[in-house]
């Protein structure tokens, strides 16, 4: 009985909350670097190498993902999505997404504290804010994102169906981040 310990090392170690500490130190210490320092080492290579890929298409699929994250699109997909999980007695499921929509919230308000504008090589006109960090429209797709990915793990039982939807979720996430630097927004 021993020995099996000995063979599984991370056994009662709490390994989400550490997890979760580890991720929130991570994320302070983005804000505070970000707040300090105009740019991050690569920033401005890693746009133009990016933006040097341009064509019709990606134009229009970072526009795309652009408009995604306009409060008029997501808010109202956020409100039926509250909706119909409340019309389905899923309280908990709804709670969460309204405490991650104010975590968006509070996102877009440390936006004024880091203060730290938009490069000079953006590919539209400026948005409504002239601050890039953090990203509004990514944070909104790695919250809401990561919401869906949970809810379609719970509701979607054949498995390949599920991986599938789920798969194509992260990658809209990832494109979401992508996108706002294609368009010299972050």
């Given at each position: 009985m021993q020995a099996t310990a000995i063979n599984r090392p991370l056994s009662g170690v709490p390994w989400k909350?550490?997890?979760?500490?580890?991720?929130?130190?991570?994320?302070?210490?983005?804000?505070?670097?970000a707040w300090a320092f105009p740019?991050?080492?690569?920033?401005?290579?890693?746009?133009?190498?990016?933006?040097?890929l341009r064509s019709g298409w990606l134009d229009d699929t970072a526009i795309w993902f652009a408009n995604l994250g306009l409060l008029w699109v997501f808010m109202p997909a956020a409100a039926v999505l509250m909706g119909c999980l409340v019309l389905a007695r899923r309280y908990a499921d709804t709670a969460m997404i309204f405490g991650g929509l104010a975590v968006i919230a509070i996102g877009n308000g440390?936006?004024?504290?880091v203060?730290?504008?938009?490069?000079?090589?953006?590919?539209?006109?400026?948005?409504?804010?002239?601050?890039?960090?953090?990203s509004g429209h990514s944070l909104?797709?790695?919250i809401l994102g990561?919401?869906?990915?949970?809810?379609?793990?719970?509701?979607?039982?054949?498995?390949?169906?599920?991986?599938?939807?789920?798969?194509?979720?992260?990658?809209?996430?990832i494109g979401m981040g992508a996108s706002r630097v294609y368009l010299g927004v972050h």
């Amino acid at each position: 009985m021993q020995a099996t310990a000995i063979n599984r090392p991370l056994s009662g170690v709490p390994w989400k909350p550490i997890l979760l500490a580890l991720g929130t130190l991570t994320t302070l210490t983005l804000y505070i670097l970000a707040w300090a320092f105009p740019t991050f080492p690569g920033d401005e290579g890693a746009l133009m190498r990016l933006q040097a890929l341009r064509s019709g298409w990606l134009d229009d699929t970072a526009i795309w993902f652009a408009n995604l994250g306009l409060l008029w699109v997501f808010m109202p997909a956020a409100a039926v999505l509250m909706g119909c999980l409340v019309l389905a007695r899923r309280y908990a499921d709804t709670a969460m997404i309204f405490g991650g929509l104010a975590v968006i919230a509070i996102g877009n308000g440390l936006k004024v504290i880091v203060d730290r504008p938009r490069p000079d090589y953006q590919i539209l006109e400026p948005l409504q804010s002239g601050l890039s960090f953090p990203s509004g429209h990514s944070l909104l797709a790695v919250i809401l994102g990561g919401v869906l990915v949970y809810l379609v793990g719970l509701w979607v039982k054949p498995l390949l169906l599920r991986r599938a939807i789920q798969a194509g979720l992260i990658v809209m996430v990832i494109g979401m981040g992508a996108s706002r630097v294609y368009l010299g927004v972050h």
